[in-house]
């Protein structure tokens, strides 16, 4: 059946990452778990063993999420959520493959949006290093958790392609209407070429695949990510796909800064995609 996990700190933004799980929970028919992690040493990790009002106590704050939500959750698996600790982004990566879980829903408070709240510096290394997509939501942004819309942004590298067959899985389960994008940065005619031929077989095997490619869409230039925000505005878009490379270096840094911008930025929910490095 599978599982979504979904990192939970208690702030408004684990919150809003916990409501988008439970509608892909249901599309999905997955169980759902919400993982929170004391960090050793912390108040929370104390308060839990020794705390007299339930307030200081995740468990009972967790065991209320379950019971506010349990109403949203229409998948007939399991709504449920686990305690642990220690370091955060490494127990988190570890449940999850523990779990074999499908996907991951996490908040995310950006850079300029960073709370003492835990998800915001840990999101990153969970992104870079889970082994299954990471969804990425952060406060501000404007999207509508069925995710009907899906833009997908594509680049020279080989790597922008082997996202498809599993962003092509899940936007066929929404029935998402997709918006490819193509990305050059360079002014290379020849590079335009093999990009504009990229975009033709993923829409190819999109349509094959029983999903819709509403639109493509050409990018040239330096400012290609301020562009694809402009897209995903007028397209109305709300979820933009991209990939993270996995090397095997445990928390090694795999970002481009574009993609780092993106998971930033971007005006709706990022969903990236772990694909093999080669």
Not at 41 to 61: F, R
Not at 68 to 77: I, N, P, S, V
Request: hydrophobic share 40%; with cysteine; charged share 25%.
């Amino acid at each position: 059946m599978g599982k979504i996990m979904v990192p939970i700190d208690f702030s408004e933004n684990s919150i809003l990452a916990l409501e988008a799980a439970l509608v892909i929970a249901n599309k999905l028919k997955t169980d759902l778990r919400m993982v929170y992690i004391m960090p050793k040493g912390s108040s929370y990790a104390k308060g839990y063993s020794n705390a007299t009002t339930p307030d200081e106590h995740p468990q009972d704050k967790l065991t209320k999420l379950v019971s506010d939500f349990a109403a949203k959750y229409t998948a007939g698996g399991k709504f449920d959520f686990y305690i642990g600790e220690g370091n955060i982004a490494e127990e988190l990566i570890n449940k999850a493959k523990y779990d074999e879980t499908t996907m991951i829903v996490t908040g995310s408070h950006g850079v300029s949006g960073f709370t003492q709240s835990w998800i915001g510096g840990n999101a990153y290394k969970l992104i870079c290093n889970a082994k299954c997509p990471v969804l990425v939501i952060r406060q501000g942004m404007e999207h509508d958790n069925s995710f009907s819309r899906m833009a997908i942004p594509l680049n020279i590298s080989k790597a922008s392609r082997r996202k498809m067959p599993q962003a092509t899985r899940l936007a066929k389960i929404f029935n998402a209407k997709t918006i490819l994008v193509g990305m050059q940065s360079s002014s290379i005619l020849s590079i335009y070429y093999r990009i504009s031929t990229a975009i033709k077989q993923v829409e190819r095997y999109m349509r094959d695949n029983g999903v819709e490619v509403e639109s493509t869409t050409m990018l040239k230039g330096k400012d290609n990510i301020g562009k694809l925000f402009e897209v995903i505005a007028t397209k109305r878009a709300d979820l933009v796909v991209v990939e993270a490379e996995n090397t095997g270096a445990f928390f090694a840094d795999r970002f481009r800064p574009e993609l780092t911008s993106v998971i930033n930025s971007s005006p709706c929910p990022v969903l990236v995609i772990p694909v093999e490095y080669k």
